[in-house]
Structures are given as structure tokens and as C-alpha cells.
């Protein structure tokens, strides 16, 4: 078609009953790319948190989902999106991806700099945002996360190959794609939020505990709040930290993205065993 300029980039998330992160999320993505490119697909939230937002609204009936399904379905509907834009991110709705500020100001002005020059399944780095409980206190949500908390601890898992332009065939969980090997770029970061708060873990884990008994959330869903909250803990008590920057050229940052590479393209996953803490270049930007 003549004249027909497919936009730069969209932002999918998938949400029930998500009150505290949904609203994180939209602050975030809608000045990232404009709320008219931030899709949510809601699966039949009825605690009135998708009513009136910013943003494009699939609403979708309540029924039984398994993560193989929702990976299966959302994987259709980023690959749908395709037809209007040159790039789709898919991210959880407890998932932060910003670019390095130093190579672009937001998500859009990078993909618009850099998208025909990436794979066409690009994986993310990500990272767990941690809660130092003996040194910071509850989370005030209205304030930047990223300057009330310090520590992360990389985790391949968090390293999902959802920067797209084809179709990802993705796996549960997204971790993994059928149709590409991993490929990183340097300056892509994924700051995972369910962590970053120990009583918003305790409240989250308990519900998502009903689900995960009704066999619709399976795996890490099920751990009682109690058995998550001190695993967290102890490893953000006990791992050593490391003065390691998310930045390439790196020497630690490179060796570890090169081990996470290895064990995704194995399809594996493994938690880094230190902790690092965010960079300045990030802090006040969520």
C-alpha cells in the first residue's frame, strides 16, 4: 500500500487483578511509547484496576489458563500487532524494560535508531529488584522505585526473548522461543518488580496461592507467602555483592550475559549467586 509506514513500536502485557502493578506499569510504558501503542489484555479482572486506562484494552472472559496457553495466545496476538508495527515488547506487568539511557531516551526512540539493525527476536537482560528489609523500608508507590531500592541479582529466567519482529513461538513462562537462538544486545534491561517489596510479595503470593490450588497458575505460584518471603530473604542476606555496572564492554557484565546465553540457548535457567545493585544511569527513571 502506498504510503503505509508501520509505527515503531507496541508494549503487550497480560493482567488479572493487578491493582498495585498495573498502574506501575502504565506509568511507565505510556511515557515510553504513548498509551495509544500500550495494549493490556485483561483475563477478567474484577477488581476495577483495567477500567478507565490509558491504554488499548483486549478484554478477554475468565477461564482456566495454564502458562503454556497464555505464552501460546499472547505469542498470536504480539505476532498480529506486526502488521502495524515494526517491533512488538511483550513484558509481564511486573516487568520494567528501559533502554540505556545513554544510547536512546526512551523505548521508542530506540527502536525507531535500532530496530532494522537487530535479530528479529532479541533477548532482554533481566534482573530481580530486591528488598534490603534491615536497611530500607515499604515502598511508597506514588515514588520511583529505582531510588527507594539498591540491590539486584541477574537471573536468566528474567532474560526473555520478547523484543520482537516475527513471531517468537514462546514457550511457558516466555523464557525461551522455538524460533530463534538467544541473542542479546548490550543495552536492553528488564528490572522484574515482584520482589521489590516484601509485604506487596506476602499480599501478591497469597493470591496467586488460591489460583495455583485451583490449577490455573502452576510452579513458583503455589509456594506459601511465608516459604517465598524467607528464600528472598536469605539470599539477599547471605550472597555476596559485587560492584558489577549493567553496561557493555564490561568485563563481569559480559562474562555473565555470555554464561546466560549459553544456559538459555540449552534451555536452562540459572540465578546469578551475587547480587549487584542498580546503576546510577537508572535510578528515578520508574
Not at 549487584?276 to 537508572?282: A, D, N, S, V
Request: glycine share 4%.
Amino acid at each position: 500500500m502506498t504510503g503505509y509506514f508501520k509505527k515503531p513500536l507496541a508494549v503487550v502485557t497480560m493482567v488479572y487483578n493487578e491493582s498495585t502493578m498495573l498502574p506501575i506499569w502504565l506509568k511507565h510504558y505510556t511515557r515510553q511509547v504513548g498509551y495509544g501503542n500500550c495494549y493490556v489484555i485483561d483475563h477478567g479482572s474484577t477488581d476495577g484496576s483495567t477500567h478507565k486506562i490509558e491504554a488499548q484494552i483486549l478484554r478477554l472472559p475468565r477461564f482456566p489458563i495454564d502458562e503454556n496457553t497464555r505464552a501460546g495466545s499472547t505469542d498470536k496476538f504480539c505476532s498480529a500487532l506486526l502488521f502495524a508495527y515494526e517491533r512488538v515488547l511483550f513484558t509481564d506487568v511486573d516487568e520494567i524494560v528501559v533502554a540505556d539511557p545513554g544510547r536512546a531516551a526512551n523505548l521508542i526512540d530506540y527502536a525507531k535508531a535500532h530496530s532494522k539493525d537487530l535479530p528479529s527476536i532479541v533477548n532482554v537482560f533481566g534482573v530481580d529488584v530486591l528488598h534490603d528489609r534491615r536497611r530500607e523500608g515499604v515502598v511508597d508507590w506514588d515514588r520511583p522505585i529505582t531510588l527507594q531500592r539498591k540491590l539486584i541479582r541477574p537471573f536468566s529466567a528474567l532474560c526473555k526473548p520478547t523484543f520482537i519482529s516475527e513471531q517468537a513461538q514462546w514457550h511457558a513462562g516466555f523464557h525461551f522461543s522455538d524460533k530463534a537462538p538467544s541473542a542479546f544486545i548490550a543495552d536492553l534491561f528488564l528490572f522484574h518488580l515482584a520482589f521489590c517489596d516484601s509485604q506487596f510479595l506476602m499480599h501478591r503470593q497469597a493470591s496467586r496461592n488460591i489460583f495455583a490450588k485451583s490449577k490455573l497458575i502452576y510452579d513458583h505460584h503455589a509456594i506459601p507467602p511465608e516459604q517465598l518471603l524467607a528464600h528472598v530473604q536469605a539470599y539477599v542476606e547471605s550472597l555476596p555483592r559485587t560492584n558489577v555496572r549493567l553496561a557493555p564492554a564490561n568485563p563481569q557484565f559480559e562474562r555473565v550475559k555470555t554464561e546466560f546465553t549459553d544456559h538459555i540457548n540449552e534451555k536452562k535457567l540459572v540465578q546469578l549467586q551475587e547480587i549487584w545493585e542498580i546503576p546510577r544511569q537508572f535510578r528515578g527513571l520508574f
